[in-house]
Nanobody, 124 residues
């Protein structure tokens, strides 16, 4: 059984930074694209960032470009999301997810394994 465990969320003031980590187990991590998705209250899941299985290709939603960086360490079976210049509108539950595809996957429907989520709250 594949498992994804996130850590690193918390409360931060606007302009601050957080680094999320996600450790995978139970499946060959390097075969799959990975993503960070978020869900704010009353909103749909949104793909924040995605990375291909090799790490060579990344995708960011427009609202986080230049502020967030996704990376992965296949040897450690870990994917990261470095979040800088945080804004109150970044407040959400952030989920790490594994894609069925090897690419930096941009559609939520292709993510078939999800972590439990970690809360990120940005105060103004």
């Amino acid at each position: 059984q594949v498992q994804l465990v996130e850590s690193g969320g918390g409360l931060v003031q606007a302009g601050g930074s957080l680094r999320l980590s996600c450790v995978a187990s139970g499946r060959t991590f390097s075969n799959n694209g990975m993503g960070w998705l978020r869900q704010a209250p009353g909103k749909e899941h949104e793909i924040v960032a995605a990375i291909s299985r090799s790490g060579g290709t990344t995708y960011y939603t427009d609202s986080v470009k230049g502020r967030f960086t996704i990376s992965r360490d296949n040897a450690k079976e870990t994917v990261y999301l470095q979040m800088n210049s945080l804004k109150p509108e970044d407040t959400a539950v952030y989920y790490c997810a594994a894609s069925k595809l090897s690419a930096a996957t941009q559609l939520v429907k292709w993510y078939d394994v999800w972590g439990q989520g970690t809360q990120v709250t940005v105060s103004s």
